[in-house]
């Protein structure tokens, strides 16, 4: 069996694992920059990256603002009300990591997919707003009604006694900042790339319905290539992704990126 390479790398700045396997080391092959969820970190993902490493793909794993190794000790509250500030930072670095691919020649004419899983699949939602060059998405639990999502988060920390530290013209601001990423609003944005979600029906994290209605709605722009868009729903699963839902998943964009 072809031996895998796993470095820790600091890419613009960005804590990476960068796993491949050996002969691809120094070669152009296709690459997937995948986002690990909220109050977790780039390790936890690195049985995507196997999956895809194996299939000849380079997986690049970031550690998103102030998680992981860029952790500042914030507790789940503090780090809850930092949220879009984290997804906004995750979407620019996005771009800063597809320039370092650039820069050390990693990519010329190979393609680029872009995924995540729970915070990190709603940040790949953000990023097909935002990057054409994203050749095919993976989302694994996210929902791309950013704005929708912001407002219900609040009206769930105020009915719960709890008084942001953000003024009405503030939380003006992150609305109009978020509508600017916030696929819904925008799907035209799609054009037809591969888009793959995978959700469980009973995820009360991120709530399967939204998604769902989103990729019904989506359908239509998809008319005459269907099979770009998928859309796995698991019965009994809640927040958590079954290793049959990785397995689909990881074939589906290595397959897409291989092509």
Same mark, same amino acid.
């Given at each position: 069996? %072809? ?8 890419? /613009?700045?960005?804590?990476?694992? $960068?796993? *491949?396997? =050996? ?12 986002? $690990? @969820? ?18 000849? %793909? ?14 500042? /000790? ?20 996005? @771009?800063?990591?597809?320039? =370092? ?10 393609? %680029?997919?872009?995924? @995540?899983?729970?915070?990190? &699949? ?35 920390? =105020? ?16 609305? =109009? ?13 799609? /054009? ?7 959700? &469980?029906?009973?995820?009360?994290? *991120? ?31 809640? $927040? ?10 990881? /074939? ?8």
């Amino acid at each position: 069996m %072809i031996p895998l390479i796993l470095k820790e790398e600091l890419w /613009n700045d960005i804590p990476v694992l $960068h796993i *491949v396997e =050996e002969q691809y080391e120094t070669q152009e092959v296709p690459v997937l920059i995948f986002l $690990h @969820g909220f109050s977790s970190a780039k390790e936890h993902n690195l049985h995507y990256a196997y999956n895809l490493a194996r299939q000849g %793909i380079r997986v690049i794993l970031p550690d998103a603002h102030l998680h992981g190794s860029r952790d500042e /000790n914030l507790d789940e509250v503090q780090l809850g009300l930092r949220f879009w500030e984290v997804i906004l930072t995750s979407i620019e670095e996005v @771009g800063l990591l597809k320039e =370092e691919l650039l820069k050390r020649k990693l990519i010329v004419s190979k393609k %680029i997919a872009v995924g @995540g899983s729970s915070m990190g &699949g709603i940040t790949t939602l953000g990023c097909l707003t935002a990057y054409e060059w994203i050749s095919a998405a993976l989302v694994m639990m996210g929902t791309p009604g950013f704005e929708k999502l912001a407002k219900a988060q609040i009206s769930h920390f =105020e009915r719960g006694g709890f008084e942001l530290p953000v003024s009405v013209a503030e939380k003006k601001k992150l609305f =109009e900042n978020l509508s600017y990423f916030d696929l819904t609003k925008q799907p035209t944005k799609l /054009n037809q790339r591969p888009l793959y979600f995978w959700h &469980g029906k009973n995820d009360t994290v *991120v709530p399967f319905e939204p998604t769902y209605h989103f990729y019904k709605a989506m359908k239509k722009e998809y008319y005459d290539v269907p099979e770009r868009i998928v859309f796995d729903a698991d019965e009994v699963a809640g $927040h958590s992704v079954s290793r049959e839902g990785l397995l689909k998943a990881t /074939n589906w964009v290595a397959s897409q990126l291989n092509d």
